[in-house]
């Protein structure tokens, strides 16, 4: 596995991170795991005491100014001798019962150096972007994940976090850091407005915690299950880089670092240090019918039945909001027209069904240092994103 760190953007990269990120790869290579061979430039592992220097400027912080939240957790189980950990925060916007969210947690529960902490939706919400919600209210259930206290939630990626850093649902006051993933599908380019899963992470940013989205280029009938514990693999050695410089304090906390893994991770052909393209998928509107939709059909009935209609009776704050909607639920309603007056004029009410789908499509001319042009090429891209969306 390689580095390919650019010259004029390696800088980038907190220098304490990028030395922990390549002494792991170079042990690899030493022990086999690798092609034994470096097919990009690397960039010289600085010195400690150079790396915080240079993390304490890049940071605005001294490297020892603030330690990470830890918890204290009794190995032994007897009581003898409590060892603090760093507590991490996992979500994601596939769903907690997804295979991404399944391998990290199994993975950071496994590596023993943190406490896990997941607060995750109960079902998928991709493309939900930064949506929160606030006119309903959301069911939170505890959740049996091994090595970790788990709880689901009926809202966001953001709502989750937002929660979880809330205060009300885990002892801690605040996570070292939040993790977003691993998610299905590439948030790259364009899709980054649209992902729940950078959402996630950038709600954490909000609240001053160092965060990480990692993501899949999970290809339809070419990627397999499997291909999640193999990002696990590629992507713990940079976790645990972070966590190490979140204790230093020299992780910089302006900023998420965006992780894309290609959709052969075990071939992957190293890191690459990336910039936000313009990359995008098509939007396609496809109009559903209630014959060819039966869920459209079942919705029609049982939206037009008594019992919905008393049901949403109780939600009006009057009388008159109530007779409104029951209103314009009929196929005709009544109106003043204006053309004759004093005389009625029927009108029919049109009501439609559509479903969104994003179509992928080729791209051309891609700069290699882009981030969707990276994965397509075999490399993990690393791109930091700002509250601005990119740096």
């Known amino acids: 596995m390689t580095t390919t760190p650019d010259s004029g953007r390696s800088n980038h990269l ?13 042990g690899r290579g030493r022990g086999g795991g690798g092609d034994g061979e470096e097919s990009g430039e690397t960039k010289p592992t600085p010195s400690s005491e150079a790396a915080e220097a240079e993390a304490e400027e890049e940071t605005g912080a001294p490297s020892n100014a603030a330690e990470a939240t830890v918890a204290e957790s009794d190995p032994a189980g007897d009581g003898s ?28 529960v496994r590596g023993g150096q943190c406490d896990v902490s997941v607060c995750a939706p109960e079902s998928n919400k991709s493309a939900s972007a930064h949506s929160v919600t606030i006119r309903e209210t959301l069911a939170v259930t505890s959740v049996e994940i091994t090595g970790a206290k788990a709880f689901e939630v009926t809202g966001t990626p953001a709502d989750c976090v937002s929660l979880a850093l809330s205060g009300a649902l885990f002892s801690w006051s ?46 339809k009938d070419e990627s397999q299950e499997s291909d ?39 071939a992957n ?16 509107w496809q109009a559903i019918t209630a014959n060819r939709n039966p869920s459209a059909a079942h919705f029609m ?58 179509l992928d499509k080729q791209q051309e001319d891609l700069d290699e240092d882009l981030d969707f042009r990276a994965l397509e090429d075999g490399f993990v891209s690393s791109l930091f994103l700002s509250l601005s969306l990119s740096l």
């Not at 939040?178 to 998610?183: D, K, M, P, T, Y």
């Not at 729940?196 to 954490?204: D, F, I, P, S, T």
């Not at 008393?310 to 109106?335: F, H, P, W, Y």
């Open 81 to 108: 001798e409590k060892v603090k950990k760093p507590v991490v925060l996992v979500t994601n916007a596939d769903g907690i019962g997804s295979p991404g969210l399944t391998s990290l947690v199994e993975a950071l």
């Open 174 to 219: 605040r996570p070292a850091l939040v993790i977003s993933g691993i998610n299905s599908g590439s948030v790259c380019g364009h899709q980054i407005f649209y992902s729940g899963a950078v959402a996630g992470a950038r709600e954490a940013l909000m609240h001053g915690i160092p965060s990480l989205c990692i993501s899949l280029h999970w290809k």
């Open 14 to 26: 907190p220098a304490s991170l990028v030395a922990n990120l390549q002494s792991v790869l170079i």
């Open 269 to 284: 052909k190293g890191f690459k240090l990336t910039r936000q393209s313009l990359w995008k998928l098509t939007p396609n």
């Open 301 to 358: 009935s049982m939206h037009q039945s008594l019992g919905v209609q008393l049901a949403q009776l109780g939600k009006d704050a009057s009388a008159a909001g109530a007779a409104r909607r029951i209103n314009a639920q009929r196929k005709t309603v009544e109106v003043e027209s204006v053309a004759a007056a004093g005389k009625p004029e029927t009108r029919e009410v049109v009501k439609k069904f559509f479903r969104l789908e994003f």
């Open 228 to 266: 999640f514990k193999d990002a696990v693999d590629i992507c713990m050695p940079l976790i645990q880089a972070a966590i190490r410089d979140i204790e230093k304090g020299s992780f910089p906390r302006s900023c998420i670092l965006n992780i894309g893994i290609p959709r052969f991770p075990s």
